[in-house]
């Protein structure tokens, strides 16, 4: 990321190194593994005091080195996991990635952690507080063990006990030593005069591959506590500082870094002490807020909010060789523009405009990214990295000019750089492409990238790219689109109502509604429905001859007939065409259909299709509670892509993520979430939840108990 030369560089939608997955961290709770973590779990911090998990994301087959400490704890993470560690005795902690470790470790360097603070557990679960732990230990020094110069010493029988008294003392914030002495006897020392506040890494050596998780943590310095009380490293963004590290010694150098707000700003303060501390000196006045580093140089920290008009009275007339957005998501377009004029220098340095976000598809930085994002909101790996060319126009991104070369963009705005071009701007030594046409790019951060990036200059080699502080699941998936679909419209407490509801047996008329699959796809599921009560469930997964002789055989033993009976055409769904002539196959991209003649106007400008019409009711009948499901259905455990074993009633409640606005469609009437985004939403395909409300199509087609008329419809 940092050796990436572009004039813009939009950075976002970062990971940082895992730890491996059965790795127990400690929360209010105890210790629980890693893999079991999920958000709004508190994870105890460096503090000894609850930081809530903001997401975590799980990464299967790593690399992993197992770390080993002088008190005989160890824990296994990936080749990039990020440790706070201080070198031969230095005062300050600084992230460093394990591999960096070991090769420190074998340099022979010494390598220490700091130890966690008091550990404050929740009460409530049972476990004591620090002053009852502390009470107990003084207890046990007093009546047992003994005392050989600064250490205090007990021997136990069982390592059970002798492990038992280490948790007490590291939990205390210090450092307990076990020792084996044979087998029956497991001696146990810690300082009782002084209490230890660093834990020395002994071993740091490769074990293959694991399965690792990741996870964020809302907390400050980035840390928290894994097993053994031992202090570990959180995602973090420390990018946008480590630049300034390129010119720090340069007199001319002069940057900026901006967030919204000042009191924004603290975070990347205090990160930037473990960076910048032995290159200058901090001036912490609000009014000021600047590193001055000594050879001349320095860095202000910044902020944007406010009228445009007095945001650019503050920056009017400045230079700045290094200008960085933190969460830039939250700029407006027009300030970004013109801080763009800002990024000039008269000392011949590279300049450089960085932009730091999570994933926004509501912000200008989405559009202006579009070229590097999938469809389904994810950076395109071939294209992360890859640097393009554009001329702004305007004041949005939609009017920017883009392309592959700057020749390339020259040629479609060649009118508007002529127009601004001087002669005298070439006996400055500048060109036309040069001057008006910036390199931009965009960078999924990412840690183990990093370790090649950093380590051909010595003085990046304490320093770590991380992620941004803001993490949420979805940003950790680093997913562009996710906001693009609307909120849940059938929330949780609706599902639970249906339930718990009467049986709303409506006619009385049995009907069937099956979403079609074959073996080595997703579920075929097929609901029987009496009026509009769910009395039965049948999911398969066989071959399409199989499948359609047993459905057969299923209708018949519920008595539905064959013109009672839907099923999704699209796709493999066409099979069933010639097999169930009477059915009714539903046709997702089929017109909405007109109840009455006074409707057939105004039904197109109402709904986008026939399958988002048939959403729209399903969730109309939901919200009114008009539609019940047998309790008994409810506790059958059924599997699929995805999940195992699951009762339908939470997968229900899963699935109904899928039925939601898709907020990029026009204003042309409710269309459904697209499946492809949907399944994002859900984990699998919602094909249980997707066959429940097909049986609306009934609610929309008049018919007696023969062929079905007015198909046409359905193929308009």
């Known amino acids: 990321m940092l050796s990436i030369d572009a004039d813009i560089k939009i950075v976002g939608g970062s990971r940082g190194g895992p730890l491996d997955e059965d790795t127990r961290v400690l929360t209010t709770r105890g210790f629980i593994k890693i893999k079991h973590l999920k958000y709004g779990d508190t994870v105890i911090g460096h503090d000894g ?264 009275t503050r920056f009017q007339g400045r230079q700045y060789a290094y200008v960085c957005i933190d969460e830039g998501t939250q700029c407006p377009y027009k300030k970004f523009k013109y801080l763009l004029t800002n990024n000039r220098n008269a000392a011949h340095i590279r300049n450089r405009f960085w932009i730091t976000c999570n994933p926004d598809p509501e912000s200008w930085v989405r559009k202006f990214i579009d070229w590097w994002v999938d469809e389904n909101g994810y950076i395109i790996p071939e294209r992360d990295g890859v640097i393009r060319y554009c001329f702004m126009d305007g004041d949005t991104p939609d009017s920017i000019y883009w392309g592959n070369t700057r020749e390339e963009v020259y040629e479609q705005c060649k009118g ?157 769904g066409q099979y069933f065409k010639g097999f169930f002539k009477d059915a009714v196959p539903f046709n997702n991209q089929a017109a909405p259909i007109a109840r009455n003649h006074q409707e057939e106007e105004g039904i197109k400008y109402l709904y986008k299709d026939l399958k988002s019409q048939c959403a729209w009711l399903f969730y109309k009948m939901i919200k009114e509670k008009q539609i019940s499901i047998d309790s008994a259905l409810l506790e059958r455990k059924y599997s699929g892509n995805g999940f195992d074993k699951v009762p339908l009633r939470q997968i229900l409640q899963k699935e109904r993520k899928m039925l939601r606005r898709d907020e990029n469609s026009d204003d042309r009437g409710f269309k459904l979430l697209p499946k492809k985004i949907a399944k994002k939403y859900v984990g699998h395909s919602p094909d249980f939840f997707e066959s429940w409300f097909y049986v609306m199509i009934f609610s929309l087609t008049k018919k007696k108990n023969k062929k079905v008329k007015g198909l046409w419809m359905l193929s308009r």
């Not at 502080?469 to 693009?484: F, G, P, T, V, Y």
């Not at 249906?498 to 069937?512: F, L, P, S, T, V």
């Open 49 to 312: 005091k609850g930081h809530r998990v903001l997401g975590r994301i799980d990464y299967p087959d790593r690399d992993c080195y197992e770390i080993e400490l002088s008190d005989g704890s160890s824990v296994v993470c990936s080749d990039d996991h990020i440790w706070n560690v201080s070198i031969d005795g230095d005062r300050r902690f600084i992230p460093h990635l394990a591999c960096e470790i070991a090769s420190y470790i074998n340099e022979g360097y010494d390598i220490t952690i700091p130890c966690v603070k008091p550990v404050e557990f929740d009460e409530k679960f049972g476990l004591a507080s620090v002053a009852e732990r502390t009470e107990s230990l003084r207890r046990i020094i007093e009546t047992s063990g003994r005392f050989s110069g600064k250490y205090w010493k007990k021997t136990f029988k069982t390592r059970k006990k002798a492990f038992d008294f280490k948790y007490l003392v590291d939990s205390l914030g210090s450092v307990c030593y076990v020792k084996r002495k044979s087998n029956k006897k497991w001696e146990v020392r810690f300082d009782y005069r002084k209490k230890e506040l660093e834990r020395r890494i002994v071993s740091c050596k490769p074990v293959g591959k694991r399965n690792c998780c990741c996870i964020a943590v809302e907390n400050p310095d980035s840390l928290f506590v894994v097993e053994d009380f031992i202090v570990t490293h959180n995602s973090k963004s420390f990018s946008s500082l480590m630049e300034v590290l390129k010119d720090i010694k340069n007199p001319d150098f002069h940057a900026t870094i901006l967030r919204n707000e000042k009191d924004d700003l603290q975070s990347l303060v205090t990160d930037s002490y473990k960076l910048f501390s032995q290159f200058g000196t901090y001036n912490k006045s609000q009014n000021d807020m600047t590193w001055n580093f000594d050879n001349g140089g320095w860095l202000k920290f910044s902020y944007y909010a406010g009228a445009y008009q007095d945001f650019k």
């Open 416 to 572: 508007i750089i002529d127009s601004l071009w001087k002669d005298s701007y070439e006996e400055l030594g500048y060109t036309k492409l040069e001057m008006f046409i910036k390199s931009a790019t965009f960078v999924r951060a990412d840690v183990s990238e990093n370790i090649k990036l950093i380590s051909t200059d010595a003085s990046y080699l304490a320093n770590l790219a991380q992620q941004d502080e803001e993490q949420r699941m979805r940003d950790l998936e680093a997913n562009w689109n996710w906001k693009a679909a609307g909120d849940d419209m059938i929330k949780m407490e609706d599902l639970d109502e249906i339930y718990d509801n009467a049986e709303q047996i409506g006619d009385g008329k049995r009907r069937a509604s099956a979403d079609i699959a074959f073996t080595g796809g997703d579920n075929f599921v097929m609901w029987l429905w009496e009026g509009w009560h769910c009395k039965d469930l049948v999911v398969l997964r066989l071959d399409p001859k199989t499948l359609v002789s047993v459905v057969e055989a299923k209708l018949r033993e519920w008595g539905v007939e064959e013109c009672n009976f839907t099923y999704d055409m699209q796709g493999i």
